[in-house]
């Protein structure tokens, strides 16, 4: 067993990194005071030296993909890696770092070596008394500035210091497990040397003599104390408030134990419209449960949200199926032995099985003020957290600060506000200049959307509204011409320019800020230039009235054609038996289809469950033109989300199908879970203390746009609307019914696939298996062997809506064609007879009188089964005059050889090149082209007008077709 001489112990930086070559080997020495670790230097993930990172929390971080390494043990402690580094054995002697490369770190130490020096910790004690975000950060904080003393935490939960925001919406959601919320782990807790007091509550603090008293007796001795005690809940003291069934979210425990009763409940009310009650709501609402919410106010929000905001976020929980009471004020709650309803005011009560409360918090203060220290709506501090004892700092929730904005004192409940306060408390507390200034910002997921405030926006402020031209708005708040802040409703992209003129309180005038005519875009990009904003000269002096500024500043812009009826479209005055060809072949048309369709409400085919057998396997696929990717990740549940890189919107994922443990942009190696969450950006830290991303760069709010997902027996569809129905209603009975007849619930086996493309419409597709006129005439197959025969019994079904549609037949025998209707069919062939007869076996399997069935689901789903071959085909529009089919073949898990290769035969009659599908291809091909070559024109679809739109029990119909135009037209606007 070899020592060997490294390096000079005073050369490692305490509390930092440096790389070394030993034997040929690369090694990474970490010094934390007098302990040195030695792990080896290269990533068990991808290559990267580790040396080139962090030391943060008792762990090493590659620069490359963030992977945290214990300093001690080498585990890996979370994605992207999963693998660990080597440690090995180091110990110093007479100034010098000896590392044993033939010993891990953990093995005995060698009885013959000196032993390394113990660990001084220095004189000074801090405190910190809170666990939530306040804390947790400043903890870290005077680590990482190398605070050496000891360091005691005071939580009243039984818990380490962990995020709140994830409570209400991926806890609650059932899409992150608790290990998301953590600031600091058990790991962490020991690298930091954290004396941890969980589940102590302090009780009496004692300035003059810089004692803490806490509720087991115990008392601390402090040199500094930081309050980070947060806030609580205000809770309702009325009839009833004390059933089983109401809910309140402020703990991890809360909020484990209301997502637990999601699975049992029908029905919530949500009481009061703050934040938290409307992310409850969100939450819920995918969840799948009806919701309403009581605002006892006439608005939402109406002391933080300027009118304009609060009508917008009004309009979003109505569309997301929110019913909203305002005004409504609670008397009590209903029930015997568990809530039933919650009572109002007016005499109603509302039926309800679960109750959620989120009628705002209260500063928790107590201690401060029973201490002595100055306090107002919470403890008064100054830019660096100071409280009026000079031992005593606060941050977070508790704290109540002068704005620098406003110049006004005031108290956040935000994130970013427990963040960057404690950081700069924790600075101050340390002795070194610091103060905080940070321009405050909130953000909210709503019902598949997102709402962020930048600044101080408050309700009585000057406002403007303005629609962003690709969707989304911004709210302007102004207080005497100057930008104060601003509310921005999927627009983060935007405010975050604005961060800069609202920073300086640019000078704006609202009725230039107003003027349609002006672009947007143009506008923010003069104020973060570092411009004002002036009025138009055509606009220039005094307003006339109040109601002519309110008018003014209340104007809505025009949006943009995307949202409002395209110029120059006129759908002919002969109604549905009339389509134009714009339909089909103009660009802003197509556009609003991805808009309003497939990004629209919609549930989209995306894959097959039996393409994703296990944990890691993934599905390149798409929603409409939009790459995507569906995985099923280790906890078994099935994501899909965009195929664009959240940096520089690369197609990060190349391969069709696969398995991986997580995905890699090939551009800058930014790296995401299996999950879409960005777990890895290459020297995000920079190199040496230079370059890398800001400081304040959170992963979190940079993970991959995440769909809604859900499946029915076996097949998954995903949907841009986090709010959609679920997938039975959207289907409706008719279309469920055969649905369910093709998928039974025996489990599927993939066959094979094929792809095509095409030159022509994306809807042209759904047409034809909408147009049961035409296979009577187009194929000779069909006919001649009588699978889809004028004269059978054949249906044309379509659900209420008119989107999806049924081609349904049973076979029959050639020749049971009457001579009239063959006179019609000029695909027809007499004595026309298959040298493999096995082609037209039918094996009576499915528990349906169609032999033939095949089924559009809108607006990206074909479902076959022809006779015994089975298949989804899946619409991938490229423009309005290409798409792209992707034929997936299935048979079932109990299929024997016999019936897999029978599958295999009949497969041949519709694949893109097969008895059918290429005269399908052909004749498509036939329309587009002569729409694209000669004058606009018009395609007449007037079969069968006794059947205006909709189910037609005549194969010589077009009013499947017309039923989708129905739809189609309201839908796009037109």
């Known amino acids: 067993m070899e020592w060997i001489d490294v390096a000079a112990f005073d050369t490692l930086p305490d509390g930092g990194v440096r790389g070394f070559e030993v034997a040929g080997r690369p090694v990474a020495l970490v010094r934390q005071g007098a302990v040195v670790h030695a792990l080896h230097d290269i990533c068990s993930h991808q290559f990267a030296f580790l040396s080139d990172g962090v030391v943060e929390d008792g762990c090493l971080e590659c620069p490359l993909h963030q992977g945290r390494f214990c300093l001690k043990t080498g585990k890996a402690m979370g994605g992207p890696v999963d693998a660990p580094v080597a440690t090995y054995a180091a110990k110093v002697e007479g100034g010098r770092v000896l590392v044993c490369l033939d010993r891990p770190a953990e093995a005995e130490p060698d009885p013959g070596a000196e032993p390394a020096p113990a660990r001084r910790a220095a004189d000074e004690t801090f405190v910190v008394v809170g666990g939530g975000q306040a804390a947790g950060e400043a903890i870290r904080t005077l680590r990482q500035r190398g605070f050496a003393g000891r360091l005691v935490?005071?939580?009243?939960?039984?818990?380490?210091?962990?995020?709140?925001?994830?409570?209400?919406?991926?806890?609650?959601?059932?899409?992150?497990?608790?290990?998301?919320?953590?600031?600091?782990?058990?790991?962490?807790?020991?690298?930091?040397?954290?004396?941890?007091?969980?589940?102590?509550?302090?009780?009496?603090?004692?300035?003059?003599?810089?004692?803490?008293?806490?509720?087991?007796?115990?008392?601390?001795?402090?040199?500094?104390?930081?309050?980070?005690?947060?806030?609580?809940l205000r809770r309702l003291d009325l009839p009833g408030s004390d059933l089983p069934g109401i809910h309140y979210l402020r703990t991890l425990d809360e909020a484990l134990a209301l997502r637990r009763a999601f699975g049992s409940a029908k029905r919530l009310a949500v009481v009061g419209g703050g934040f938290i009650g409307l992310e409850v709501a969100s939450a819920a609402r995918a969840a799948g449960l009806e919701v309403v919410v009581l605002e006892r106010e006439a608005a939402l929000m109406s002391r933080l949200l300027p009118a304009p905001a609060a009508a917008l976020l009004e309009a979003r929980l109505r569309a997301a199926g929110v019913t909203l009471e305002l005004g409504a004020a609670v008397s009590g709650f209903a029930g015997e032995g568990v809530?039933?309803?919650?009572?109002?005011?007016?005499?109603?009560?509302?039926?309800?099985?679960?109750?959620v409360v989120g009628v705002g918090v209260l500063p928790n203060?107590?201690?401060?003020?029973?201490?002595?220290?100055?306090?107002?709506?919470?403890?008064?501090?100054?830019?660096?957290?100071?409280?009026?004892?000079?031992?005593?700092?606060?941050?977070?929730?508790?704290?109540?600060?002068?704005?620098?904005?406003?110049?006004?004192?005031?108290?956040?409940?935000?994130?970013?506000?427990?963040?960057?306060?404690?950081?700069?408390?924790?600075?101050?507390?340390?002795?070194?200049?610091?103060?905080?200034?940070?321009?405050?910002?909130?953000?909210?997921?709503?019902?598949?959307?997102?709402?962020?405030?930048?600044?101080?926006?408050?309700?009585?402020?000057?406002?403007?509204?303005?629609?962003?031209?690709?969707?989304?708005?911004?709210?302007?708040?102004?207080?005497?011409?100057?930008?104060?802040?601003?509310?921005?409703?999927?627009?983060?992209?935007?405010?975050?320019?604005?961060?800069?003129?609202?920073?300086?309180?640019?000078?704006?005038?609202?009725?230039?800020?107003?003027?349609?005519?002006?672009?947007?875009?143009?506008?923010?990009?003069?104020?973060a230039a570092g411009g004002s904003l002036i009025a138009s000269p055509k606009r220039g002096g005094p307003k006339d009235s109040e109601q002519g500024q309110h008018a003014m500043i209340d104007r809505t812009p025009t949006a943009s054609p995307l949202r409002n009826d395209p110029d120059g479209f006129e759908w002919p005055a002969e109604g549905l038996s009339r389509i134009p060809d714009w339909v089909y072949t103009d660009e802003t048309i197509y556009r609003r289809e991805v808009e309003r369709i497939f990004h629209g409400r919609t549930w989209n085919y995306v894959a097959l469950e039996a393409e994703l057998p296990e944990p890691g396997h993934f599905v390149r696929s798409?929603?409409?033109?939009?790459?995507?990717?569906?995985?099923?990740?280790?906890?078994?549940?099935?994501?899909?989300?965009?195929?664009?890189?959240?940096?520089?919107?690369?197609?990060?994922?190349?391969?069709?199908?696969?398995?991986?443990?997580?995905?890699?942009?090939?551009?800058?190696?930014?790296?995401?879970?299996?999950?879409?969450?960005?777990?890895?950006?290459?020297?995000?830290?920079?190199?040496?203390?230079?370059?890398?991303?800001?400081?304040?760069?959170?992963?979190?709010?940079?993970?991959?746009?995440?769909?809604?997902?859900?499946?029915?027996?076996?097949?998954?569809?995903?949907?841009?609307?986090?709010?959609?129905?679920?997938?039975?209603?959207?289907?409706?009975?008719?279309?469920?019914?055969?649905?369910?007849?093709?998928?039974?619930?025996?489990?599927?086996?993939?066959?094979?696939?094929?792809?095509?493309?095409?030159?022509?419409?994306?809807?042209?597709?759904?047409?034809?298996?909408?147009?049961?006129?035409?296979?009577?005439?187009?194929?000779?197959?069909?006919?001649?062997?009588?699978?889809?025969?004028?004269?059978?019994?054949?249906?044309?079904?379509?659900?209420?809506?008119?989107?999806?549609?049924?081609?349904?037949?049973?076979?029959?025998?050639?020749?049971?064609?009457?001579?009239?209707?063959?006179?019609?069919?000029?695909?027809?062939?007499?004595?026309?007879e298959l040298k493999e007869p096995r082609f037209m076996n039918f094996v009576q399997e499915f528990d349906s009188p169609w032999s033939v069935t095949m089924t559009t689901i809108w607006p990206n789903l074909v479902v076959q089964r022809e006779m015994n071959t089975l298949g989804v085909r899946q619409i991938v529009p490229e423009g309005p005059n290409q798409f792209t089919m992707v034929w997936t073949m299935f048979g079932f898990e109990g299929d024997d050889e016999e019936m897999t290769r029978h599958r295999l035969r009949q497969g041949n009659l519709m694949g893109p090149a097969g008895f059918l599908g290429l005269e399908d291809n052909e004749a498509m091909k036939f329309v587009q082209d002569g729409m694209l070559s000669g004058a606009a024109g018009e395609h007449l679809v007037a079969l069968d007008p006794a059947t205006p739109v909709g189910t037609s029990e005549t194969l010589i119909s077009e009013s499947a077709i017309r039923a989708m135009y129905q739809h189609w037209r309201g839908v796009i606007g037109v």
């Open 153 to 232: 935490l005071v939580a009243e939960e039984p818990q380490l210091p962990y995020e709140r925001p994830p409570l209400s919406k991926e806890i609650l959601t059932g899409t992150a497990d608790a290990a998301l919320c953590r600031l600091i782990d058990e790991a962490a807790a020991r690298g930091l040397d954290l004396d941890a007091r969980l589940g102590r509550r302090a009780v009496r603090l004692d300035a003059a003599a810089r004692r803490l008293a806490l509720d087991d007796g115990a008392t601390l001795a402090y040199d500094r104390l930081l309050l980070a005690t947060g806030s609580r």
């Open 339 to 355: 809530v039933s309803g919650v009572v109002l005011a007016d005499g109603r009560t509302l039926e309800a099985d679960l109750v």
């Open 365 to 527: 203060l107590e201690l401060a003020r029973d201490a002595g220290l100055e306090v107002a709506d919470g403890i008064l501090v100054d830019a660096a957290g100071r409280t009026s004892d000079p031992a005593i700092f606060a941050a977070g929730d508790c704290a109540v600060f002068p704005s620098p904005l406003r110049g006004r004192l005031r108290r956040l409940e935000s994130w970013q506000h427990a963040r960057e306060q404690a950081r700069a408390a924790a600075a101050a507390m340390l002795g070194e200049p610091a103060g905080y200034a940070s321009l405050p910002w909130f953000w909210s997921d709503l019902f598949g959307g997102s709402l962020q405030l930048l600044g101080l926006p408050l309700a009585g402020d000057e406002t403007v509204l303005r629609e962003a031209p690709d969707g989304g708005a911004l709210v302007f708040a102004l207080e005497e011409g100057r930008l104060v802040g601003a509310i921005a409703f999927d627009a983060g992209a935007r405010l975050r320019r604005l961060a800069g003129a609202i920073e300086r309180a640019a000078r704006v005038d609202a009725e230039a800020l107003a003027d349609p005519t002006r672009p947007l875009d143009e506008l923010i990009a003069s104020l």
């Open 622 to 832: 798409n929603v409409g033109p939009t790459p995507v990717v569906v995985t099923r990740a280790e906890d078994g549940a099935i994501h899909v989300f965009e195929n664009r890189c959240a940096h520089r919107a690369a197609e990060f994922c190349r391969s069709l199908r696969g398995k991986a443990k997580e995905f890699v942009c090939p551009y800058h190696q930014w790296s995401y879970d299996l999950t879409g969450k960005l777990v890895g950006v290459p020297f995000r830290r920079g190199v040496n203390k230079q370059g890398g991303m800001p400081a304040d760069f959170d992963p979190k709010q940079h993970s991959l746009r995440r769909l809604a997902v859900t499946t029915r027996r076996g097949v998954v569809f995903a949907s841009y609307c986090d709010d959609m129905e679920p997938l039975e209603d959207y289907l409706g009975p008719e279309i469920l019914r055969e649905f369910d007849a093709t998928f039974d619930g025996r489990g599927l086996r993939i066959l094979g696939y094929y792809r095509n493309t095409l030159p022509g419409n994306w809807k042209l597709y759904h047409e034809n298996l909408k147009d049961p006129y035409h296979a009577t005439l187009l194929h000779t197959f069909l006919v001649t062997f009588g699978l889809l025969v004028a004269g059978n019994k054949s249906a044309m079904l379509c659900d209420a809506t008119g989107r999806h549609g049924v081609m349904a037949s049973a076979k029959s025998e050639g020749k049971a064609v009457s001579a009239e209707n063959r006179q019609e069919m000029r695909a027809y062939r007499e004595g026309m």
